[in-house]
């Protein structure tokens, strides 16, 4: 259910709006021309595509897949994809950010434009400004580029005005991850592209997971993008700008981001790594788990109605409700609804293990998002779920103490595993925002070996060293569990947090916006 201010009630508030609304700033023109395109159509005729097609010939109706779980090794795939191109290049994202690494992926983009390359580029209209509009729009003058923005907020310049007048619409976010060479070889999960998501933020760095894939899951998750590149609501970025930028105002932005890119520097050794994924790319497609998997992907006509109608919801509660013996969860953001509770307690009655590792205080980025789910932590410990939240100096940081010094970790991956025989991996969260707002992406893989591997790093997660046990004490009170180079340590309040922010949580936890976090 999405919020709605009813204008026609207020208004001295409505006649205000449209002034500033209206008076200033550059507005999106709907009307704007758009061609519709598709993925390429034979992936196999591509280098890359060749490779990996003899391995899918000997795999009928099963698809390729790796987990990448270090950011460095999934930068660089998503760099050397780039680079081995030679049709086309299909990127989807939720964030964009202009830091060292969406400028190094943007380079990226370009020089295989440059090549010939056709680069399609879908990007969420998040936390965008008249000036990264107008960036944008240059990087779109190149002639094999084009950019679109999915459900932009009307007015570029006055950008919260915009967006409380048009809440029931743009509260709606397109938070799909998608990069896809050459309609041959895809990569799904967790990571928007910024520094923060590959290990090389100062302050703080998320644990996220995706996962690389070839076969005839990628021709669906081309599909996919297919769908919201050609929707109404992916508008191209010439639409939001005063004026269509010219290939001058090209140049000028490559120069400018060369510039930048000079002295910004990366802890990544990039073009050496690239160069060893282009030399292993056969012992890469020969170390694929093949197994039949599925795309899950939401209409991203949802943006235009509110309600449960979410394909991911579905499958994921049918796989859930064929367990037998054990639920992994590992979601960024945690929040389950009375149903979601009740649906625990169904699968814990039947001797089900449930397990689930979430953000703790410390470590969630989204103050409400945890005041949400820190209601419900009583509610999900009687209904028999085993409970775990990451710490800030949690142990699997794995090389983020290498690049980055002793930064705060974070949770940020989405997956499941159902009885360590299949998998999901994705970009939907367990909150109502992914299961009602937003639109979201994910595979679901039936193979005991992803399973595995996938068990294996949520073990790695719940480990004493790397979270928090948050269980009842005797008189029914949260007691979370640590443990560091074996010292035992229990707290009886969210650890490594502030009264303030204790208070603020609890604050926030009164408001009657569950079904908006």
Request: proline share 4%; net charge negative; with cysteine.
């Amino acid at each position: 259910m999405s919020i709605k201010f009813n204008l026609a009630k207020r208004p001295i508030l409505t006649l205000g709006l449209l002034f500033l609304l209206g008076g200033c700033g550059t507005t999106v023109n709907w009307d704007y021309p758009r061609t519709p395109s598709s993925a390429f159509a034979e992936p196999q005729a591509t280098t890359v595509g060749a490779l990996f097609q003899e391995a899918a010939d000997q795999h009928p109706g099963q698809s390729g897949f790796g987990l990448m779980r270090e950011g460095s090794h999934a930068f660089t795939a998503r760099l050397a994809m780039a680079d081995l191109a030679e049709k086309t290049l299909d990127a989807q994202y939720y964030i964009w950010d202009i830091d060292a690494t969406g400028r190094i992926m943007a380079d990226r983009l370009i020089r295989a434009a440059d090549r010939g390359v056709r680069v399609r580029l879908l990007l969420d209209d998040t936390h965008k400004t008249e000036e990264i509009d107008n960036g944008i729009a240059a990087l779109d003058a190149h002639p094999n580029i084009e950019v679109r923005f999915f459900n932009p907020v009307h007015n570029r310049r006055w950008r919260m005005w915009s967006f409380l007048s048009d809440f029931g619409r743009v509260n709606n976010r397109m938070h799909n991850k998608l990069f896809i060479m050459d309609n041959a070889v895809g990569i799904a999960g967790g990571r928007n592209i910024a520094d923060v998501y590959f290990g090389v933020e100062k302050d703080h760095n998320f644990r996220d997971l995706d996962v690389v894939t070839a076969g005839p899951v990628v021709r669906d998750l081309s599909a996919s993008f297919d769908l919201f590149w050609n929707s109404k609501s992916a508008v191209p970025i010439g639409a939001l700008v005063a004026e269509r930028a010219t290939m001058e105002d090209y140049l000028a932005f490559r120069k400018l981001m060369i510039e930048r890119m000079a002295t910004a520097g990366y802890p990544y050794p990039v073009d050496q790594r690239i160069d060893d994924v282009r030399a292993r790319i056969v012992e890469i497609r020969d170390a694929f788990t093949w197994a039949p998997g599925r795309v899950l992907v939401d209409d991203p006509a949802r943006v235009d109605a509110d309600g449960d109608s979410n394909v991911i919801t579905q499958a994921i509660l049918q796989r859930i409700g064929e367990t037998k013996h054990e639920l992994l969860i590992e979601s960024a953001y945690f929040i389950l609804l009375d149903r979601g509770i009740e649906e625990v307690q169904s699968l814990t009655s039947r001797g089900v293990t449930v397990r689930i590792l979430t953000n703790s205080a410390a470590t969630n980025d989204v103050v409400a998002a945890h005041a949400g789910y820190a209601d419900t932590r009583e509610e999900l410990l009687n209904a028999g779920a085993e409970l775990y939240e990451l710490r800030p100096d949690s142990s699997i940081r794995q090389e983020l103490d290498l690049v980055a010094g002793k930064s705060r970790a974070a949770l940020h991956s989405k997956a499941m595993v159902f009885d360590r025989e299949s998998a999901f991996i994705g970009s939907f969260n367990l909150d109502p925002r992914s299961r009602f707002i937003n639109t979201e992406i994910g595979i679901m893989i039936d193979s005991p070996e992803i399973a595995r591997q996938l068990g294996a790093f949520i073990d790695e997660g719940v480990a004493p060293g790397s979270a928090y046990h948050v269980t009842l004490s005797d008189d029914g009170g949260l007691v979370w569990t640590a443990q560091t180079n074996g010292t035992k340590a229990e707290f009886d309040s969210d650890p490594e947090t502030t009264g303030w922010q204790r208070f603020v949580i609890d604050v926030m936890g009164l408001l009657p916006i569950e079904e908006q976090l």
